[in-house]
């Protein structure tokens, strides 16, 4: 089955600056990658995703890059505010898949005024 | 639109007694799926339902099991309950199922088992 392997488990910025979080995935087939972000006591939302036949999506100053080749997509932040404060999960889905979110172990990012 | 609603909010049982959760998935929406998140393991997939059917399952002892009803709702139940079970449960849904389709996580139920 599937794995994504996600990094760092803790990243700290200073507000401004910019966050890069990278997955990586085992599965070839995999083809819709989703990354989630959760505040403290509070659901997973869906933030951006990127399908396999995209290589980069922007959404304002979220970013989310993908390297099919290499198996791993990347999330970025830039500009951060204390607000983009929470957990981010990567995941992947196969085309096989039916609903099978296969989630990387999640980053904590904090980030201080 | 009304999102994922999921009750009870919170739980605590002691251990070898069982439970049952439930979820109400986006009015349209006929797959839900459920997951568990606990500090240590992340998110972890349980099994998904689509149109009464358990589609998908998970790597979980079959403690965990789950239904599905005619208007979509889902209820997951744990029996013979174990202090690991402790997690907050989280049930998504999605129109159909497929692959690329975005899923709407619910609040979650977080169990604690004394």
């Known amino acids: 089955g599937e794995n994504v392997e996600q990094h760092p488990s803790t990243l700290s910025v200073q507000e401004g600056d910019s966050a890069v979080i990278k997955c990586t995935y085992s599965d070839s087939a995999s083809n819709y990658f989703p990354w989630y972000k959760q505040e403290l006591g509070k659901r997973p939302q869906l933030i951006i995703d990127?399908?396999?036949?995209?290589g980069e999506k922007k959404d304002q100053r979220i970013a989310v890059t993908l390297n099919k080749t290499a198996k791993h997509f990347s999330l970025h932040i830039t500009e951060t505010q204390p607000e983009d404060s929470a957990v981010y999960f990567c995941?992947?889905?196969?085309?096989?898949?039916?609903?099978?979110?296969?989630f990387g172990k999640g980053t904590m990012l904090l980030v201080s005024p | 639109k009304a999102g994922v609603t999921q009750t009870p909010r919170y739980l605590i049982k002691t251990r070898g007694q069982q439970v049952t959760l439930s979820c109400s998935p986006i009015?349209?929406?006929?797959?839900v799926s459920w997951y568990q998140q606990t500090p240590g393991q992340g998110l972890q997939f349980l099994f998904e339902?689509?149109?009464?059917?358990?589609?998908n399952k998970g790597n979980f002892p079959g403690r965990f099991s789950g239904r599905q009803f005619s208007n979509s709702r889902s209820e997951m139940n744990v029996s013979t309950l174990e202090l690991g079970d402790s997690a907050l449960y989280l049930c998504a849904s999605s129109r159909t199922g497929t692959a690329k389709e975005t899923q709407y996580f619910g609040p979650g139920t977080r169990l604690l088992v004394l």
């Open positions: 995941a992947a889905i196969s085309y096989s898949g039916y609903s099978t979110l296969t």
């Open positions: 339902y689509f149109s009464e059917t358990q589609r």
């Open positions: 009015s349209g929406h006929r797959s």
């Open positions: 990127i399908r396999s036949n995209v």
